[in-house]
DNA sequence: GCCAACGTTGGC
DNA sequence: GCCAACGTTGGC
């Protein structure tokens, strides 16, 4: 199973709004970017990734699952894009900031870090187990 | 709130 | 197909 990083600022979709959508999850629409896209098209059912809270929080606050593969995003007419719905799994014990991020050395490459734009992006195992740890959390 | 970095658009 | 102009994201 893959691993991803989704990011929202939590004053328009936080972690408590995802928890509120329950299993049935809810569809992450809205991103308008290929890199984004392409990443969500690659997902499968079952994949896990990190919830990030961006400009206000820095952190890493949960685990969210994928719960419907991409399809067309509901937000536009546009064809070109697609998104996954995704409902959360579990919150950190512990959340992990962009800093701890930043000055773990084992996570230096990490695209969080090296390209802040990118609001969804793959995550490696390596870097999935680190995260987890740092959160006192189960992978 | 600012602004650097990045992505996209559109004229040529 | 290039690249200047523009818009958006997100850390600070």
New binding site residues.
């Given amino acids: 199973m893959a691993k991803w990083l989704f990011?929202?600022?939590p004053d328009v979709w936080g972690w408590n709004a995802q928890v509120a959508k329950g299993d049935a999850g809810e569809e992450w629409g809205?991103?308008?970017?290929?890199?984004?896209?392409n990443n969500m098209r690659a997902m499968a059912l079952g994949d896990q990734g990190f919830f990030?809270?961006?400009?206000?929080?820095?952190e890493i606050v949960g685990i969210v699952e994928v719960c419907a593969l991409s399809h067309p995003d509901s937000t536009t007419d546009d064809e070109r894009w697609d998104c996954v719905d995704i409902k959360a799994v579990r919150p950190f014990k512990t959340t992990v900031t962009?800093?701890q991020i930043?000055t773990d050395p084992r996570l230096a490459d990490m695209i969080?870090v090296?390209?802040?734009?990118?609001?969804v992006q793959p995550v490696s195992d390596t870097e999935w187990e680190i995260i987890c740890d740092l959160g006192n959390t189960k992978p």
């Fill in positions: 990011k929202s600022e809205g991103v308008r970017n290929y890199q984004a896209r990030y809270h961006s400009r206000t929080g820095l962009l800093e930043k969080l090296k390209n802040s734009r990118l609001s």
